[in-house]
């Protein structure tokens, strides 16, 4: 069973910046997404982005040229950089892991292991 761990979560202030961090213990797909969701009360989990094993990126719209996925692989570790922070960037965020299968890396139905969620909260 993959574990993985959320960290680096709070509020802040419109305009603001935070970093998201998610530790994974080990596993062995071939090829995989690491990918960050979020969601609100009362509504679907979104992608927010994607990064997939051969270094392929996918970032939803509203959030591109503001927040930016990477991955320190010595350290299994997947981050969240999230610059110019608006008040509707505000909810939980769960990172996923899944087996890449050919479809989106933000598509919340490949993914096989959550997170518990880091929650961001933006101030206007």
């Known amino acids: 069973q993959v574990q993985l761990e959320e960290s680096g979560g709070g509020s802040v202030e419109a305009g603001g910046s935070l970093r998201l961090s998610c530790t994974a213990s080990?596993?062995?797909?071939?090829?995989?997404?690491m990918s960050w969701f979020r969601q609100t009360p009362g509504k679907e989990r979104e992608g927010v982005a994607g990064?997939?094993?051969?270094?392929?990126?996918t970032y939803q719209d509203s959030v591109k040229g503001r927040f930016a996925i990477s991955r320190d692989n010595a350290k299994n570790t997947l981050y969240l950089e999230m610059e110019n922070l608006k008040p509707e960037d505000s909810a939980m965020y769960y990172c996923?892991?899944?087996?890449?299968?050919?479809?989106?890396?933000?598509?919340?139905?490949?993914?096989?292991?959550w997170g518990k969620g880091a929650l961001v909260t933006i101030s206007s």
């Open positions: 080990d596993f062995h797909y071939s090829m995989y997404c």
């Open positions: 996923g892991l899944g087996e890449f299968r050919g479809w989106s890396c933000r598509d919340k139905d490949g993914i096989q292991y």
């Open positions: 990064l997939r094993s051969d270094g392929t990126l």
